[in-house]
């Protein structure tokens, strides 16, 4: 059964530090690229960073420099360190493959920043 669980968001100040987790009960994992995916309050939900199975990262402008993507292949996590949080980060973080399966998609983990 495919199964991505999301974890680690909650209430940051600005400036704050928060790390996400992404369980994932995928087939073929080790050779999956992965992404981090965001949806603010009224917004589209938008790509914000991306690893593949090699390893290389990639990030959307907005994030380039306070957050960072990393994946456990042993364990079959994806994570996303975040720092120097800003009020406009905040909204439901999400993991899913890259291109997106859209059965993939979880219940997400909510991220919040106060300003």
């Known amino acids: 059964q495919v199964q991505l669980v999301e974890s680690g968001g909650g209430l940051v100040q600005a400036g704050g530090s928060l790390r996400l987790s992404c369980a994932a009960s995928?087939?073929?994992?080790?050779?999956?690229?992965m992404s981090w995916y965001r949806q603010a309050p009224g917004k589209q939900r938008e790509l914000v960073a991306t690893?593949?199975?090699?390893?290389?990262?990639n990030y959307a402008d907005s994030v380039k420099g306070r957050f960072t993507i990393s994946r456990d292949n042993g364990k079959n996590m994806v994570y996303l360190q975040m720092n120097s949080l800003k009020p406009e980060d905040t909204g439901v973080y999400y993991c899913?493959?890259?291109?997106?399966?859209?059965?993939?998609w979880g219940q997400g983990t909510q991220v919040t920043v106060s300003s």
């Open positions: 995928i087939g073929f994992f080790t050779i999956t690229t």
């Open positions: 690893i593949t199975s090699g390893g290389t990262t």
């Open positions: 899913n493959r890259n291109p997106i399966r859209r059965d993939y």
